[in-house]
């Protein structure tokens, strides 16, 4: 079996948890190739280090992943035009679809032609490399692509759902066409599969499933877990948008520095949002209580959990965090928000603390507890939430049962080929009155 892996920007720091699934996929003896639509894109290399590939790992997905993009303008129309003299009706089929998801997007015309044009180039990549089905990550431009590609002939596609943008903006995107048309759809959380449920018909839910994003052994096997500091030290790990409430955090944290509280929190990431937040630290006198951290490897976030009491998430918007489970799993308690799939993981006053998203006093009474309660209590509610990881979060086991989703996708999709060359129905082959020339 051979498929494809398709995202818009891959490999990123943020997206361990797909290098994970690729590699887990591969071990279970299915081919795997990579490609990507654009290579990543850096607005600031100062603050993003270059190319914001810190981790080994994700430097040798980089080597590994064909870049659409890298084709260029002349590429892109070169193929468009060679597919429409090749395959006239499919490529009229295709524009059809293209002028039906622009009519519902908010994005371009121009802007979904090149959709199609990438579609046509990865005909040809996907045919050229044997791929027999295609899976995406994220409902949006990508999954559009492969949507495209399929309608001009070529393989089925599936694709993940992680939220909060396909949840936010279903019709934009045209979720109920892409979920129609796909071979099965993957939601990580019960949420997000209920979300998935409210924009297909009741005919589709069976394709939909649960596949959770799971964490490897380095993180699951860490048996002798640090033990938590004395030190009043908390880390948020988050891309620096509005959807992670960075801005509440600030007000909790001079709630806290007012009443007297010593603590440190450390922001691990970097965003659009940096600058604002820079400028508040210091209108606020807040610089002795945050450290920007900026972005950081895979096993610099580890240490920085390790060093922590608690990981604080404040969002406002999420699908399930892996940065919730990665804390968990090293035996550290969470502060988090009851939005999403984070209460399908996060227990409160278990393993952590859930508060209502945008409660700025409901978030400063959660940091006071972590900074009053004493480490043993904290300790047991982590290892509370490592014992939580493990049961739902193995890498390996998620794996597995996206191998056997796929084999069976492809396997039915292998079976009606079949049936077609043969001219039988599938009821003659139940009731076993086929025949052939042979017989």
């Known amino acids: 079996m051979r498929i494809a892996y398709l995202v818009n920007q891959y490999p990123r720091i943020s997206l361990s948890f797909i290098r994970r699934e ?3 996929v591969e071990k279970a003896g299915v081919q795997v190739s990579r490609y990507s639509i654009r290579a990543l894109q850096v607005s600031n290399p ?27 303008f002349l590429g892109l129309l070169g193929h468009l035009i060679r597919v429409a003299i090749q395959r006239p009706i499919s490529w009229m089929q295709c524009f059809q679809c293209m002028l039906n998801l622009c009519a519902a997007s908010e994005i371009s015309f121009f802007h979904h032609l090149a959709y199609m044009a990438e579609a046509c180039v990865l005909l040809h990549w996907f045919n050229r490399d044997e791929i027999e089905h295609v899976h995406v990550h994220f409902g949006t431009n990508p999954t559009s692509v492969a949507m495209l590609c399929n309608i001009l002939g070529g393989p089925s596609y599936s694709f993940t759902i992680h939220g ?7 019709i934009s995107l045209s979720l109920p066409v892409k979920i129609e048309r796909a071979k099965f759809i993957v939601a990580i959380s019960d949420f997000s599969k209920s979300q998935l449920c409210r924009w297909c018909s009741h005919e589709h839910w069976h394709k939909i499933h ?22 009043t030290t908390f880390v948020c790990v988050a891309r620096l948008s509005e959807q992670k409430g960075h801005f509440l955090l600030l007000e909790a944290i001079k709630q806290l520095a007012d009443e007297g509280y010593q603590f440190k929190v450390v922001l691990v990431g970097d965003g659009p949002l940096r600058p604002a937040l820079e400028a508040l630290v210091v209108e606020w006198r807040l610089e002795k ?31 399930l965090p892996v940065v919730i489970m990665e804390a968990l799993a090293l035996n550290r308690p969470v502060i988090s928000t009851y939005i999403a799939g984070i209460p399908e993981l996060l227990q409160n006053g278990v393993c952590g603390w859930l508060i209502p998203s945008g409660n700025v006093n409901a978030l400063a009474k959660a940091m006071t507890d972590v900074i009053c309660a004493l480490p043993s209590v904290l300790e047991a509610m982590g290892r509370t939430g490592a014992e939580r990881v493990a049961l739902h979060h ?18 039915l999709q292998d079976s009606a080929k079949s049936l077609e060359e043969l001219n039988v129905t599938p009821v003659e082959l139940a009731l076993g009155t086929v025949t052939t020339q042979n017989s």
């Not at 909060?164 to 279903?170: A, H, L, Y």
């Not at 649960?210 to 030190?231: E, W």
Request: glycine share 6%.
């Open 164 to 170: 909060p943008e396909e949840f936010d903006k279903p």
């Open 394 to 411: 193995d890498a390996t086991i998620e794996t597995q049962k996206l191998v056997k989703i796929f084999q069976t996708a492809i396997g």
């Open 46 to 72: 100062v603050r993003a280090l270059d190319t914001e590939l810190l981790d080994p790992a994700d430097k040798a997905e980089a080597l590994k992943t064909k870049i659409v993009l890298d084709i260029g």
């Open 289 to 319: 209580f945050i450290e920007f951290a900026g972005w950081a490897s895979g096993s610099t976030v580890r240490e920085r959990m390790l060093e922590a009491r608690a990981l604080v998430l404040p969002s406002f918007a999420e699908g």
């Open 22 to 24: 690729i590699a887990g």
């Open 210 to 231: 649960v596949v959770h994003c799971g964490l490897d052994k380095s993180f699951l096997d860490y048996k002798s877990a640090t033990p938590i500091a004395n030190k």
